[in-house]
């Protein structure tokens, strides 16, 4: 059974409706990607199975229907999302930063601890940054920053809307490389990425999103060799 | 003016100047995490020196009605909200939040009422009486709606302290009250006599400026309010809840609030209305410290305090004009000086 299973979402500005009828699933300890060009409509979709935007249809996490339980209640329950606009605390140190985002878990102080010493090790420049006010970093520390503040919430589910936005293409593939080893410590991840050739690299199952509607999807392997898909996202050759 | 009086009036001042940052402190907090400038914190003030009066006559006061009254308000706005969003599992938590724990407070007082209590314990009892009544009027006025612009949640805490006001009447009736003084001690610095109460009042001022400092600094319950404060989205996402983190603001501001209402009362005839004049001049030390920086409010609310002590010497009919009137330089100091950054700054 699939971790996470979205069913018949549909997310609507006023009249305009910018995701029609979408069924997305994550399976356990696998990568899903949804790919698209821009106002496809992704962040909507993530952004409301998060429960930040109002929705039809339903969210099945774990076996249980969350579409009624608020954003907090589903955070406490491991399902996380680093937002494409990050919405860090920038005033706050990067520390405090990290610190915020164990706050769901805020009386486990010993194993805390021990998942602010994991992210120092996987981005050590965090480490080295960690009395800098958040909003004066880098556009890649920032990237870390949000990525290590959502893993101090230990989530099963992590949704990433574009990692790699504003980033050169090297350090993209850095932190779209630390993903499948996120999975390996049981973290199941819903990808949504620009850069759709990394995103497939990448992932397990992909998705490809237009105008509201999903048009294609199938394992990621299968995707990136799909003739339509190599003329119009993946830039013509392998 | 001789040195000697400048001395007594700067005292003065400072004790007054005290008062005032204990409520623009609670004003800079409240609207950080909320956005709401929550004019009643003047009230708030001058309602716990009321029912600080009335324990002291033993009589019940009438912050008991008050917040009884609220308590089941706030419960049947909060239960209607449950059942609408469909949770009705929540609704044993909001009773306890919304209804037993204040008619605890407000039981606990109205049975101890009739008794001779020591000074410690009415103070105790009071500033546990009033400070459900921010929290409370958060859930019933504030809440529905907290996504509004800043200027109407203004127009509406206007509206609110009239209503409070009202109500202050209704409660506790038309006569002014003086306390207890809290000590007859008073200290000698070189020529100048200092009262006890004083001393206190400042001693107040600075051990709450103290606390708060280390609880935002290092508490994880301090951060997530200051977070809450910078980014509601963000802090949303890390479980965080914005009403939870207001009702934790509008609970440190009011222990802020009826401490300094405690303080003022053994040397200021209060009266039910008497907590305007009071929140307003703490407000222009708020607005001083730009209604974001505890520092400079701190600073603000007591150079109000100095002003209105030398201006109440050289003619006190005045004293309330000259203190506003340097309202008008701050403000032009404060929209020529700071950058007006968005509700929403984009990364
Ligand atoms: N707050 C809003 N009000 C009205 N329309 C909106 C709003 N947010 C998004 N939209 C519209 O919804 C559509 C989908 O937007 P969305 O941000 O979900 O796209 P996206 O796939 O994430 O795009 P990108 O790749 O550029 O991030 C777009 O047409 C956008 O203009
Ligand atoms: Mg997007």
Same mark, same amino acid.
């Given at each position: 059974?699939?971790?996470?299973?979205?069913?018949?979402?549909?997310?609507?500005?006023?009249?305009?409706?910018?995701?029609?009828?979408?069924?997305?699933?994550?399976?356990?300890?696998?990568?899903?990607?949804?790919?698209?060009?821009?106002?496809?409509?992704?962040?909507?979709?993530?952004?409301?199975?998060?429960?930040?935007?109002?929705?039809?249809?339903?969210?099945?996490?774990?076996?249980?229907?969350?579409? /009624? !339980?608020?954003?907090?209640? &589903?955070?406490?329950? +491991?399902?996380?999302?680093?937002? %494409? =606009?990050?919405? @860090?605390?920038?005033?706050?140190?990067?520390?405090?930063?990290?610190?915020?985002?164990?706050?769901?878990?805020?009386?486990?102080?010993?194993?805390?601890?021990?998942?602010?010493?994991?992210?120092?090790?996987?981005?050590? /420049? !965090?480490?080295?940054?960690? &009395?800098?006010?958040? +909003?004066?970093?880098?556009?890649? %520390? =920032?990237?870390? @920053?949000?990525?290590?503040?959502?893993?101090?919430?230990?989530?099963?589910?992590?949704?990433?809307?574009?990692?790699?936005?504003?980033?050169?293409?090297?350090?993209?593939?850095?932190?779209?490389?630390?993903?499948?080893?996120?999975?390996?410590?049981?973290?199941?991840?819903?990808?949504?990425?620009?850069?759709?050739?990394?995103?497939?690299?990448?992932?397990?199952?992909?998705?490809?999103?237009?105008?509201?509607?999903?048009?294609?999807?199938?394992?990621?392997?299968?995707?990136?060799?799909?003739?339509?898909?190599?003329?119009?996202?993946?830039?013509?050759?392998? | 003016?001789?040195?000697?009086?400048?001395?007594?009036?700067?005292?003065?001042?400072?004790?007054?100047?005290?008062?005032?940052?204990?409520?623009?402190?609670?004003?800079?907090?409240?609207?950080?995490?909320?956005?709401?400038?929550?004019?009643?914190?003047?009230?708030?003030?001058?309602?716990?020196?009321?029912?600080?009066?009335?324990?002291?006559?033993?009589?019940?006061?009438?912050?008991?009605?008050?917040?009884?009254?609220?308590?089941?308000?706030?419960?049947?706005?909060?239960?209607?909200?449950?059942?609408?969003?469909?949770?009705?599992?929540?609704?044993?938590?909001?009773?306890?939040?919304?209804?037993?724990?204040?008619?605890?407070?407000?039981?606990?007082?109205?049975?101890?009422?009739?008794?001779?209590?020591?000074?410690?314990?009415?103070?105790?009892?009071?500033?546990?009486?009033?400070?459900?009544?921010?929290?409370?009027?958060?859930?019933?006025?504030?809440?529905?709606?907290?996504?509004?612009?800043?200027?109407?949640?203004?127009?509406?805490?206007?509206?609110?302290?009239?209503?409070?006001?009202?109500?202050?009447?209704?409660?506790?009736?038309?006569?002014?009250?003086?306390?207890?003084?809290?000590?007859?001690?008073?200290?000698?610095?070189?020529?100048?006599?200092?009262?006890?109460?004083?001393?206190?009042?400042?001693?107040?001022?600075?051990?709450?400026?103290?606390?708060?400092?280390?609880?935002?600094?290092?508490?994880?319950?301090?951060?997530?309010?200051?977070?809450?404060?910078?980014?509601?989205?963000?802090?949303?996402?890390?479980?965080?809840?914005?009403?939870?983190?207001?009702?934790?603001?509008?609970?440190?501001?009011?222990?802020?609030?009826?401490?300094?209402?405690?303080?003022?009362?053994?040397?200021?005839?209060?009266?039910?209305?008497?907590?305007?004049?009071?929140?307003?001049?703490?407000?222009?030390?708020?607005?001083?410290?730009?209604?974001?920086?505890?520092?400079?409010?701190?600073?603000?609310?007591?150079?109000?305090?100095?002003?209105?002590?030398?201006?109440?010497?050289?003619?006190?009919?005045?004293?309330?004009?000259?203190?506003?009137?340097?309202?008008?330089?701050?403000?032009?100091?404060?929209?020529?000086?700071?950058?007006?950054?968005?509700?929403?700054?984009?990364?």
């Amino acid at each position: 059974m699939a971790l996470l299973a979205i069913e018949d979402f549909s997310v609507s500005y006023g009249k305009a409706e910018a995701v029609r009828s979408v069924s997305v699933e994550v399976e356990k300890g696998r990568i899903a990607t949804v790919i698209g060009p821009n106002g496809a409509g992704k962040t909507s979709l993530l952004n409301a199975a998060i429960g930040l935007l109002p929705a039809s249809g339903r969210v099945i996490y774990d076996g249980e229907d969350i579409s /009624r !339980l608020d954003v907090e209640q &589903r955070v406490e329950m +491991g399902f996380c999302l680093v937002p %494409e =606009r990050r919405e @860090l605390f920038g005033e706050m140190s990067v520390e405090d930063n990290l610190r915020l985002g164990a706050y769901s878990h805020r009386r486990a102080h010993a194993q805390n601890k021990r998942s602010l010493d994991e992210i120092y090790d996987r981005f050590p /420049r !965090l480490m080295e940054r960690r &009395r800098q006010a958040a +909003g004066t970093l880098s556009g890649g %520390e =920032r990237q870390m @920053l949000a990525l290590g503040r959502a893993l101090m919430a230990r989530p099963k589910l992590l949704m990433l809307d574009e990692p790699s936005l504003g980033l050169a293409p090297l350090i993209t593939r850095e932190i779209l490389a630390t993903l499948p080893s996120l999975c390996e410590n049981g973290v199941s991840i819903l990808l949504v990425e620009q850069n759709a050739r990394a995103a497939l690299e990448t992932a397990d199952f992909g998705y490809v999103m237009e105008t509201g509607d999903i048009v294609r999807s199938g394992p990621a392997d299968a995707l990136i060799h799909d003739p339509m898909l190599i003329t119009t996202y993946l830039g013509g050759h392998g | 003016m001789t040195a000697d009086i400048a001395a007594i009036l700067a005292v003065d001042g400072i004790a007054t100047g005290a008062i005032y940052v204990l409520i623009a402190l609670g004003f800079v907090l409240i609207f950080a995490v909320t956005r709401v400038i929550f004019v009643p914190f003047g009230d708030i003030a001058a309602f716990t020196a009321l029912t600080v009066a009335a324990l002291e006559l033993k009589q019940v006061p009438g912050t008991v009605g008050l917040v009884a009254a609220l308590a089941v308000l706030a419960t049947l706005v909060e239960v209607v909200s449950l059942l609408r969003a469909r949770s009705p599992g929540r609704i044993p938590k909001a009773l306890v939040f919304y209804l037993v724990l204040p008619l605890a407070a407000a039981g606990a007082v109205w049975l101890t009422a009739g008794h001779a209590l020591p000074m410690a314990l009415r103070i105790v009892l009071s500033l546990v009486l009033i400070l459900p009544v921010a929290p409370l009027l958060d859930r019933i006025v504030y809440r529905p709606i907290a996504d509004a612009s800043v200027l109407l949640l203004l127009t509406v805490s206007m509206a609110l302290h009239f209503a409070l006001v009202g109500l202050g009447l209704l409660f506790f009736g038309p006569e002014g009250v003086r306390t207890e003084t809290l000590t007859d001690a008073t200290f000698e610095f070189g020529s100048v006599f200092v009262p006890g109460q004083t001393v206190m009042i400042v001693g107040a001022a600075l051990l709450f400026s103290a606390l708060l400092y280390l609880f935002f600094e290092f508490t994880l319950t301090g951060k997530a309010l200051h977070a809450t404060a910078i980014n509601r989205t963000g802090a949303r996402l890390m479980g965080i809840r914005p009403e939870r983190a207001g009702t934790i603001a509008y609970l440190l501001g009011s222990l802020l609030a009826g401490v300094s209402g405690i303080l003022i009362a053994p040397v200021n005839t209060i009266f039910y209305d008497s907590g305007f004049l009071i929140g307003l001049k703490a407000f222009v030390g708020a607005i001083i410290g730009g209604l974001v920086s505890f520092p400079v409010t701190a600073l603000g609310s007591v150079l109000v305090g100095l002003l209105e002590s030398f201006a109440s010497f050289q003619s006190s009919a005045y004293k309330e004009v000259i203190v506003f009137s340097i309202l008008i330089p701050v403000l032009l100091w404060r929209s020529y000086t700071t950058v007006h950054s968005e509700e929403d700054t984009e990364e």
